[in-house]
């Protein structure tokens, strides 16, 4: 992460603004501007584990990773610099749990690409604080104000549920697929056989729809679950409890925190980072499998059909297969075997 985002690049023209602000960055950051913008102190708080990887390296302690901040992550702070997530949901959540613990008189700039709905964010905060765009670049707008009145903030009012069969799933902003199964996991749903058995790892496992239907007809496998979001990973532990199934659930940038070998590993993975189109996570799931499946272990994933992950299956496993497919999503299979590249 060393080349900046177009957002932190409109903040670095003004970056004098800042040498005197105790500054708490939040949003989806996806730079180290926090670790390296001048200013009199800088924090962090973030909902994805792979941003809090890359900024704790340079910011240690002074970032955290949680799905809400609390008091000591805000400490002396006298500015918010929020980065517009491209959910307006997700926004409103972060934003009125940060702007609750925040001082009134704080500064509060706001950053986003055009795109993302960032002019969103003068309406949100209506009555909170006023905004006014300070800035126009790279597509991207900056605004300004200040915090009049503290928003009141209850976590537990944001949590949402919808029922799958006789499933109930549990969701929070920013989670995919928050308002009902989508349409790729639903394709690989259906390769999915009753009675599996054996280790599985479910990779972005989001709200842990795909475990939860695995569990409901597979009651012997023994389900692993993570994903780079705090709020996917404690949906997921709510989804698993609902229903009275067990599983481990952390959160892990693909196969960061994840040790083991397993018999299966499933995935609907993302190729979005942001609002910009991202292959990597997908990519690094398929070269990575290969050190975390057993002998004959098999990896299963749904991807939109015009990405490129056939010639990589190719690549790492020799040979893939397609067990459903839509004409917008396939579902492809491989298996761990000795020609595999480890």
């Known amino acids: 992460m060393s080349a900046f985002t177009p957002a932190s690049e409109v903040l670095l023209r003004h970056s004098d603004d800042f040498e005197q602000s105790r500054i708490l960055f939040a949003g989806d950051m996806?730079?180290?501007?926090?670790?390296?913008?001048?200013?009199?102190?800088?924090?962090?708080?973030?909902?994805q584990f792979h941003h809090w990887q890359v900024l704790s390296r340079q910011m240690e302690e002074r970032v955290r990773f949680s799905l809400v901040a609390d008091q000591s992550d805000i400490g002396d702070c006298d500015t918010l610099i929020y980065y517009w997530p491209k959910n307006k949901p997700e926004?409103?959540?972060?934003?009125?749990?940060?702007?609750?613990?925040?001082?009134?008189?704080?500064?509060?700039?706001?950053?986003?690409?055009?795109?993302?709905?960032?002019?969103?964010?003068?309406?949100?905060?209506?009555?909170?604080?006023?905004?006014?765009?300070?800035?126009?670049?790279?597509?991207?707008?900056?605004?300004?104000?200040?915090?009049?009145?503290?928003?009141?903030f209850d976590a537990e009012k944001h949590w949402g549920e919808y029922q799958l069969d006789n499933l109930t799933i549990k969701t929070l902003p920013g989670v995919f697929s928050r308002d009902g199964l989508d349409v790729g996991s639903q394709l690989l749903l259906s390769t999915l056989t009753p009675?599996?058995?054996?280790?599985?790892?479910?990779?972005?496992?989001?709200?842990?729809?795909?475990?939860?239907?695995?569990?409901?007809?597979?009651?012997?496998?023994?389900?692993?679950?993570?994903?780079?979001?705090?709020?996917?990973?404690?949906?997921?532990?709510?989804?698993?409890?609902?229903?009275?199934?067990?599983g481990e659930v952390f959160a892990s940038n693909v196969f960061s925190e994840v040790t083991g070998r397993f018999d299966m590993i499933i995935s609907n993975p993302p190729f979005h980072d942001g609002v910009e189109t991202s292959l990597e996570a997908a990519q690094n799931l398929i070269r990575g499998a290969v050190r975390h499946l057993g002998s004959g272990g098999e990896l299963r994933i749904v991807a939109n059909a015009f990405l490129p992950y056939p010639k990589l299956l190719d690549e790492i496993f020799g040979f893939h297969e397609v067990l459903a497919q839509t004409g917008r999503f396939k579902v492809y299979r491989t298996v761990m075997t000795r020609q595999a590249k480890k």
Not at 114 to 132: D, H, I, K, W, Y
Request: charged residues 20%.
């Open 91 to 152: 926004a409103q959540f972060q934003l009125m749990n940060l702007l609750s613990l925040l001082p009134v008189g704080c500064d509060i700039f706001v950053v986003g690409e055009n795109r993302s709905g960032v002019r969103s964010a003068e309406q949100m905060l209506e009555g909170f604080a006023t905004l006014t765009k300070i800035d126009s670049a790279r597509r991207c707008g900056l605004y300004h104000g200040r915090l009049d009145n503290k928003p009141s």
């Open 195 to 246: 009675h599996t058995k054996g280790k599985v790892l479910d990779v972005g496992c989001g709200a842990g729809v795909l475990s939860a239907v695995l569990a409901s007809h597979s009651p012997k496998v023994r389900l692993t679950l993570c994903d780079v979001s705090a709020p996917a990973v404690e949906a997921s532990r709510a989804t698993l409890a609902a229903n009275g199934f067990e």
């Open 30 to 47: 996806q730079d180290d501007l926090p670790a390296r913008l001048t200013c009199a102190d800088s924090r962090a708080h973030t909902q």
